[in-house]
Every structure is written in structure tokens, then in C-alpha cells.
């Protein structure tokens, strides 16, 4: 008797199939539980910026720095929703193909996390400790939300 679908497809991925629908799940803004650790919607990024900035009472000095790093969020966000939408309008038949859609919106999500990671070095090299602390508490891993 052959498998399932389901079964032939864990066993073509070598097992791998809930780590395959985790990452799906945290490519849609779902951590990997499902719901409970939700990545910064694109949409609401402005807001996360300004609170971020006023928790971290950013001063004029720091102003060059936090500027680059509330860029880089809005690039790697915007980068984030192009590659979403793409995924939306039309997520490709085959498996081949899926699996290169799947590449790119990978591929664009670490390019952003490169970008912010640089900005973030060097914003958080003018923060003083207390700054420091807050920017430790406030900012999620990446994959947890910035």
C-alpha cells in the first residue's frame, strides 16, 4: 500500500516536514509555536521606530546613528512585505518552484538582517548603559521581532 501524500512528501523531505511548516508559518509572521512569537508586521514598523526611540531616549548626539538604524528596519521591512506580497499573489504549482520562491523571500530577509545588524553595531556603540540595557531588553532577536 503507498503512503499518504502527506507521508511521501515527509519522507521525500527527509523527515523534515514540521520544520518545512515551521518556517512557512514564521515566513507568513508566525514564530515557530504558531501565533506566539509574531515578527514585526511590515505595516507597523513606524510605530515600533517611535517607541523604540523614545524608550531609548535617543539624544541629538545619536541622531546619525539612530537614523541609519531606523532606516535599515524600514528597508528590511519594506524588503519583507515586496517579498510577502509576491509569495501572496501567487505561490507556484510545482515543488521546484516553490522552493525557489521560498529562497528568495529568505534571501531578502537576510539581506535586511545584514543591513540592520551593521546599523544596529553601530547605533549601539554611541548608547550609553542605560541605553544599552533597555536596547538589550526592548529589541527582540531578529526572528522574535525588532
Do not use: C
Not at 517607541?51 to 539612530?66: G, M, N, R, V, Y
Not at 506580497?85 to 522552493?99: I, K, V
Not at 551593521?118 to 527582540?140: E, N, P
Request: proline residues 5%; without cysteine; hydrophobic residues 45%.
Amino acid at each position: 500500500m503507498p503512503p499518504s501524500g502527506g507521508m511521501a512528501m515527509d519522507k521525500m523531505m527527509g523527515g523534515n516536514m514540521e520544520q518545512m511548516a515551521s518556517m512557512m508559518r514564521m515566513m507568513r509572521g508566525m514564530g515557530p509555536m504558531g501565533g506566539e512569537m509574531r515578527m514585526m508586521p511590515s505595516e507597523h514598523v513606524e510605530g515600533r521606530i517611535a517607541f523604540l526611540k523614545t524608550e531609548l531616549k535617543i539624544t541629538d548626539a545619536q541622531l546619525p546613528q539612530w537614523n541609519a538604524f531606523a532606516d535599515a528596519l524600514r528597508n528590511s521591512a519594506g524588503q519583507m512585505r515586496q517579498a510577502m506580497q509576491g509569495m501572496r499573489t501567487g505561490m507556484p504549482g510545482n515543488f521546484p518552484a516553490r522552493l525557489d520562491a521560498m529562497v528568495t523571500m529568505m534571501s531578502a530577509r537576510l539581506d535586511g538582517l545584514k543591513a540592520t545588524t551593521a546599523a544596529a553595531k553601530s547605533l549601539y556603540a554611541v548608547l550609553d548603559d542605560t541605553q544599552k540595557k533597555a536596547a538589550d531588553d526592548l529589541i527582540m532577536s531578529p526572528m522574535g521581532g525588532m
